[in-house]
């Protein structure tokens, strides 16, 4: 048996929101690390104009979320995959308990969040979903492969702002929820091979001491440090851990692009609540993506019933 994983984010560059980092796993037997999963599940490539026997499609989540139906397509092919672990949330509630339990502990710290709620879907057909989620589990069956589960790290403003403040830049914040989410596979795994993908962090090319912090005591071998791919082998007693870092990574890797839609994913129903306490507020308000242009006119929209509020900025506004 081995894992292959993915990690990627989405959220990195608005004001506004949460930066969501996610990871997903896949047991795919043997099979080699490059194997094409797109067509080994029977998924289709967002983008690529045409079906698939499942009807699900997996791509950057930029290329799936376009559009006035950008959050349906994404729910219609996130979701499958939830059921195929036979516990579709039901609620938003649902849906950060089972995926992000660190994120549900604070929801009640923010206004827009606090008991709050609403279904699953949110906008995605149920038989559709369902659907798609038996034909998905019977390809994932005849390939002798297992969707292991997905798992987000959302970092609310106030907590980002926080990290950003302990180590001085936001791609450290980004590094330190890599390190968790590497972290938590290790230990999910601890006798089983792993192959884990994760998209480059801007620019860098050096991850060693990352890995190091990652998986505490195991050797971290460096295997290449290139603009083109940075990859490593981690061994310990028990198992042999392979961490590649390539740029784009969430449109050519397959656990990687869905590690991309459940983050954007993610955010969107972050959002949904956010917007939804504001424009109940001040009548006539258009909601945000939370992107630094439009969030700057939010912002000054909303400006006086935060400053009647007294809301506390740090809530509302990330730093960088």
Not at 252 to 261: E, G, H, N, P, R
Request: charged share 25%.
């Amino acid at each position: 048996m081995a894992i292959t994983a993915g990690i990627d984010e989405a959220g990195y560059g608005p004001l506004l929101g949460p930066l969501v980092v996610s990871a997903v796993a896949i047991e795919v037997g043997e099979a080699p690390a490059d194997d094409d999963l797109w067509s080994r599940f029977q998924v289709g490539h967002a983008g690529d104009g045409r079906g698939s026997p499942t009807g699900v499609k997996v791509g950057d989540s930029k290329a799936m979320h376009r559009g006035a139906n950008g959050l349906r397509i994404l729910e219609e092919n996130v979701m499958p995959f939830l059921a195929c672990l036979d516990r579709v949330p039901a609620s938003f509630r649902e849906y950060v308990e089972h995926l992000a339990p660190g994120a549900a502990r604070s929801l009640d710290d923010y206004p827009w969040y606090k008991a709050q709620n609403f279904p699953l879907p949110c906008v995605a057909n149920p038989a559709r979903v369902m659907d798609r989620a038996t034909r998905l589990r019977r390809a994932l069956d005849d390939a002798r492969a297992r969707f292991c589960g997905a798992w987000v790290e959302p970092v609310n403003p106030r907590e980002l702002n926080a990290a950003v403040a302990a180590h001085g830049t936001k791609s450290a914040a980004l590094a330190g929820c890599a390190v968790s989410l590497l972290r938590s596979l290790g230990q999910r795994w601890p006798c089983t091979d792993l192959d884990v993908v994760a998209d480059k962090h801007g620019g860098r090319n050096r991850y060693a001491p990352m890995l190091a912090l990652a998986f505490q005591g195991a050797l971290v071998e460096t295997e290449r440090e290139s603009d083109a791919r940075s990859s490593y082998i981690i061994r310990d007693r028990q198992r042999r851990v392979r961490v590649t870092f390539c740029p784009r990574a969430d449109a050519t890797v397959f656990t990687v692009a869905l590690a991309s839609m459940f983050s954007k994913y993610t955010r969107e129903l972050f959002m949904h609540l956010f917007n939804r306490y504001w424009c109940y507020r001040v009548p006539g308000l258009r909601p945000t993506a939370g992107y630094v242009t439009d969030a700057r006119r939010f912002l000054r929209e909303i400006e006086p019933v935060l400053a009647q509020a007294g809301t506390d900025m740090n809530l509302v506004l990330r730093c960088r």
